[in-house]
């Protein structure tokens, strides 16, 4: 089974600064890597697929980059309703589609 | 506009059995792939299982052989059935469609507490 591993654990940002958060996989993936994002009491929401693609409605400022087992989650200015938890999940051996175990984007 | 509703969920002592459902209007359940995904309290997301548009069926190994992923497709409804349940088992179970791997829609979920 592969496994994902997020860093770091917790990011603290300021609103209007970048945030740059890390996904890597224990064995290539491909670019078969999506993004979630969770807020509390809500469920998830996809936000990137096939490493770099925004899914439906999701804004600009969340781009993705990477392939094989480094993956990269950015934010490019923070917003208010942006500090959550992000989880990355590969579907490249699928099932199980494993996820990492998450990083939580918290107020500075 | 699509929308997963579960239901199902409560508390129950170890050993039992619980049965989820999941209501879909605005997607239908046998042309999609769906899942179970759970979160236990306060930690991340594990995926469960999932039903193929096929009706093929996987499990993850910490659930195989205890619960059974099923459909109803006259009343557009996916179903988690739930044996021999565990402390472990104690999460929040997210009902997750899509077109194929990726976890396009998630419902609202249901908790689930396994305890004496």
């Known amino acids: 089974e592969i496994v994902m591993t997020q860093s770091p654990a917790t990011l603290s940002v300021s609103p209007g600064e970048r945030a740059t958060l890390s996904c890597r996989a224990s064995q290539s993936v491909s670019s078969n890597l999506a993004w979630y994002q969770q807020k509390p009491g809500q469920a998830p929401r996809l936000l990137i697929y096939g490493a770099s693609t925004r899914a439906t409605g999701i804004p600009a400022r969340f781009s993705g980059s990477g392939s094989g087992t480094e993956f990269t989650l950015t934010i490019s200015s923070l917003q208010s309703e942006d500090f959550a938890v992000y989880y990355c999940q590969q579907y490249n051996n699928w099932p199980p589609g494993t996820f990492g175990p998450g990083t939580k984007v918290d107020i500075k | 506009e699509v929308q997963l509703v579960e239901s199902g969920g409560g508390l129950v002592q170890p050993g039992g059995s619980l049965r989820l459902s999941c209501a879909a209007s605005?997607?239908?359940?046998?042309?999609?792939?769906m899942s179970w995904v759970r979160q236990a309290p306060g930690k991340g997301l594990e995926w469960v299982s999932v039903i193929y548009s096929g009706g093929s069926t996987y499990y993850a190994d910490s659930v195989k052989g205890r619960f059974t992923i099923s459909r109803d497709n006259s009343k557009n409804t996916l179903y988690l059935q739930m044996n021999s349940l565990r402390a472990e088992d104690t999460a929040v179970y997210y009902c997750?469609?899509?077109?194929?791997?990726?976890?396009?829609?998630w419902g609202q979920g249901t908790l689930v507490t396994v305890s004496s």
């Open positions: 605005g997607f239908t359940v046998s042309s999609n792939y």
């Open positions: 997750v469609g899509g077109s194929g791997v990726l976890f396009d829609y």
